[in-house]
């Protein structure tokens, strides 16, 4: 059916196309023989055509752009007749002869303009005759083209300030009156048109009327681009004219793009000094006119006027632009009882962007904007329109993105009530958005009363919230957020170190409660960030807080270990095991002895109890060794008991290579440069000797199937371990024990099969040579090893 009646469309509209041609053919040869009656003929007949009601505004349009370019031809010769001697009051009086009303109007409109130009009568008598006299074609679609082309060929004929047709009978007065008519009426066929044809066309109707809207809304157009329309006559004339024609046509469609109108090709000058009008007309307009989307571009205009010239802030304050919209706003919202929330919420955040850019350093009016807000939504529950969430987020980040500091956004006391109205979902999000802020803008956050507001602010992260059964979170998702928050814990600083623990307390209550999957990736930058408060801690004697300084080391230890011990649970033993070591090596650096075993204690309690996996096994055990070697802070006692553990440790290790190479590590452990307490070289020997007997146990089981390659590699490092203490002046280290090894490694079978044994062993040996031709005390040494 559809496509049936775009076929009979064509039809029609070729068949009108080709009779109009004719007629203009024939109007362009009388016009050629300068034969004014039957120009005036020919170009009714073409005109006629118009008549038609079968055509769609677009078919029809094309009809008209063809009358219109002949009509410019009609016009020409007109205006030649004249200087010919023909008078224009005749030929004005002649065209009102055509037999049908539609062309005769066209003709009248043609001679009108020529009318005009001889300046034989005053403008405003002409074009108020032409406009009366359009009166004539009530039809909505013929009327609305016969005045757009009244509208076109009067434009440059207004009796505007500075133009050539002003004068003492006619003033700008007369050209708005004019054009002011021309729109009223325009509106009224414009309107009607959605009353016309059954219910069942009213979507095509409202499509045809989109395209005709430019049409109407050009009129405002010509209004706003009169030099002689001041700011006094548009409050005074022009904008309560089309504002009383807006609010009484009741036309949803005429009201929204209307009013849009007024918004756009009007000076913001005008508006600002004219908002309380323009803003009146709102509450007025139908209930289903999509007022938001007028308001909020009303306000980014402003916005926009007073980010490109700053001198006219003062006269925003000076209307109260902020008051009068904010009001108005409410007043739309409580006319309309059922806007829909989304609508609401884009209101407000319309405003608030707008009070941002106009008025950055009245925090209470954004404070306010919150808070109207927060009215809106109570009552309302958890906001679950997607679009409403997403608007409300976009509220809520615009003063993070005006003022790239989250601590401005901590004191507008709205803020974090807005946010509760979010689901869990969007909470996370704007959570999301507050953190990237602070990273991007390196915000410091500096007093323990902001961190409480921003962890509840951002609780959507650290907290488990009521999720829905069944709602999963992506974990790639869950691991970015909760990183974020690890990257959020750093920025959370203050010099004073009461503060600081008072910081991290809070972090620590927060933090705890969140749930064991968070614990991982929150309590190791609270650890770090608490090593750096005991780096900052005074020395015995030096306290800025005197005696009764309520932060101390051991305080700060023992609060640490609170922590750490909720990670075994997550479980994430592993992680914990590593927090202990650290926490070993502070309090070793603040001579805790104490504190820094029972830290140590608990890392092998972990290792025992809940580290199984062998290659673990082997990290952990590094760990250990590396972190034991680098203390100084234990006695003899403690010192004997947590090595002799370590080297047990390394013996039961899973694999021979693996347990060879914990050995020979642990011998690092008997021999320190820097303490004299910490130098036994029998315990030395003894772990190497140790590390050799294992690779030979590891040689002779590898023999049976897959040769002994591995094990050649090992001897090689245990000769580097020789070698490095064997510098360092050990007696126990004699120069026969290296080069028996020397030779055991030479003799190996395997060394060929094994690239990367040789190549260690060959830079084993250039090293040696490179420290004998080094000379001194060391090239002496080494000038005793015959290789």
Known sequence: MIADGAEDEEKWLAAGAAAFKQNAFYMQRAIDSNNLKDA?????????????????????????????????????????????????????????????????????????????????????????????????????????????????????????????????????????????????????????????????????????????????????????????????????????????????????????????????????????????????????????????????????????????????????????????????????????????????????????????????????????????????????????????????????????????????????????????????????????VIIRSIMKNNTLITTAEKVEALLELIKGLINDLDEPQGLEVDEDDFEEEQNSVARLVHMLYNDDTEEMFKIISILKKHFLTGGPKRLKFTIPPLVVSTLKLIRRLPVEGDNPFGKEASVTATKIFQFLNQIIEALPNVPSPDLAFRLYLQCAEAANKCDEEPIAYEFFTQAYILYEEEISDSKAQVTALQLIIGTLQRMHVFGVENRDTLTHKATGYSAKLLKKPDQCRAVYACSHLFWLEDHETIQDGDRVLLCLKRALKIANSAQQMGSNGQGSAGSVTLFIEILNKYLYFYEKGIPQITVESVESLIQLIKNEESMPSDPYAESLFASTLQFMEFQKQKGGAIGDRYEEIKV
């Not at 050539?164 to 414009?190: H, I, P, R």
């Not at 022009?238 to 036309?251: A, G, Y």
Request: aromatic content about 8%; overall charge negative; hydrophobic content about 40%.
């Open 40 to 432: 005036l003929k020919y170009s009714a007949q073409m005109l006629s055509e118009l008549r038609t009601s079968k055509l769609s505004p677009h078919k029809y349009y094309d009809l008209y752009m063809r009358a219109f370019d002949e009509l410019r031809k009609l016009e020409i010769f007109f205006m030649e007749e004249t200087r010919r001697g023909c008078s224009v009051i005749e030929l004005y009086e002649l065209v009102q002869h055509a037999g049908n009303i539609l062309p005769r109007l066209y003709l009248l409109c043609t001679a009108g303009s020529v009318y005009i130009k001889t300046k034989e009568a005053p403008a405003k008598e002409i074009l108020k005759d032409l406009v009366e006299m359009c009166r004539g074609i009530q039809h909505p679609l013929r009327g609305l083209f016969l005045r757009s082309y009244l509208a076109q060929i009067s434009r440059d004929k207004l009796p505007d300030i500075g133009s050539e047709y002003e004068g003492d009978a006619d003033t700008v007065t007369d050209a708005v009156e004019f054009v002011l008519l021309n729109f009223t009426e325009m509106n009224k066929l414009w309107v009607r048109m959605q009353h016309q044809g059954p219910a069942r066309d009213k979507e095509r109707r409202e499509k045809e009327r989109g395209e005709l809207r430019d049409l109407v809304g050009k009129n405002l157009h010509v209004l706003s681009q009169l030099e002689g329309v001041d700011l006094d006559m548009y409050r005074d004339t022009v904008l309560p004219r089309v504002l009383e024609q807006i609010v009484n046509c009741r036309d949803e469609i005429a009201q929204y793009y209307l009013i849009d109108c007024i918004i756009q090709v009007f000076p913001d000058e005008y508006h600002l000094q004219t908002l309380d009008v323009l803003l009146g007309a709102c509450p007025q307009l139908q209930p289903s006119v999509d007022i938001m989307t007028v308001l909020s571009r009303l306000m980014e205009r402003l916005s926009n006027y007073a980010a490109l010239n700053a001198e006219v802030l003062p006269y925003f304050l000076q209307v109260e632009a902020f008051s009068k919209l904010n009001n108005a706003i409410g007043k739309v919202i409580e006319a309309q009882e059922d806007m829909p929330i989304l609508s609401a919420v884009t209101l407000y955040s319309s405003l608030l962007k707008f009070t941002l850019h106009v008025h950055p350093d009245r925090l209470d009016y954004a404070d306010q904007v919150l808070g109207s807000c927060v009215k809106q939504l109570s009552g309302k529950g958890k906001i679950n329109d997607t679009r409403a969430t997403r608007e409300i987020v976009s509220l809520l980040s615009a003063p993070l993105e005006k003022y790239n500091d989250v601590v401005i956004a901590l004191k507008l006391t709205n803020y974090p009530l807005v946010v509760e109205y979010l689901d869990n979902e969007t909470k996370r999000i704007m959570a999301t």
